[in-house]
């Protein structure tokens, strides 16, 4: 298939923001008793909004989910990604050569709030490629695994979805891709395992940057 758009997930995909994000999110927790590891935290909520695993939170923790806890997870998170957050390895080659490709028909459409995105954007050097074209879940009427950021973006962009590519890295974000229509690649950096994406519904699994190529 020729594809007219490409429409990037953020976390994982473009920066590699996971473990820093939930090493945050395990401390805060830890701090309320509930004591996990970071791939623990990573399996849990890697992919999710924080608000939507509010049962699970507070079954464990014993406290309720507030908005002054999340805005202290937000600004602690915060600080940690500008201090540690780095691009995906070969990534601005790969958004360079497809948003010339697709003549600037990319976007980015994310689970994660629209500040974290774009702050994280600037500070690796890949805002620019994506101004006025980024798009958060959190401003959506629902957040991946359904469809509405990917639609949203496609609209914007005035592709069918069908004629979208969507680049994802984890099964809730490949759930919300194949919802909205679009044909969804993963990339897995080594060791993830391939099989989950797979029966996720990506139609391909990369795992360098590099292959992510059109012709």
Known sequence: MTFEAILFDCDGVLVDSEAITCGVLRDMFEEQGWRMTLAECMQRFVGHTVKSQRVTIEANTGEPLTDEWLQAFFERRNVRLQESITAIE????????????????????SGADRFKVEMMLKQVGLHSF?????????????????????????????????????????????????????????????????????????????????????R
């Open 90 to 109: 070969g990534v601005h080659e790969a958004v360079a050569h497809l948003h010339d490709h697709c003549q600037g028909r990319i976007a980015v459409a």
């Open 130 to 214: 994506f101004d006025g074209r980024i798009f958060s879940g959190h401003e959506m009427p629902r957040s991946k695994p359904h469809p509405d950021v990917y639609l949203a973006a496609a609209a914007h962009l005035q592709v069918d979805p069908a004629r979208c590519l969507v680049v994802e890295d984890t099964t809730v974000g490949i759930t919300a891709g194949v919802a909205a229509g679009a044909t969804v690649w993963a990339y897995a950096a080594p060791p993830a395992a391939h099989e989950p994406l797979l029966q996720a519904g990506a139609a391909r699994v990369f795992t360098g940057m590099h292959a992510l190529r059109l």
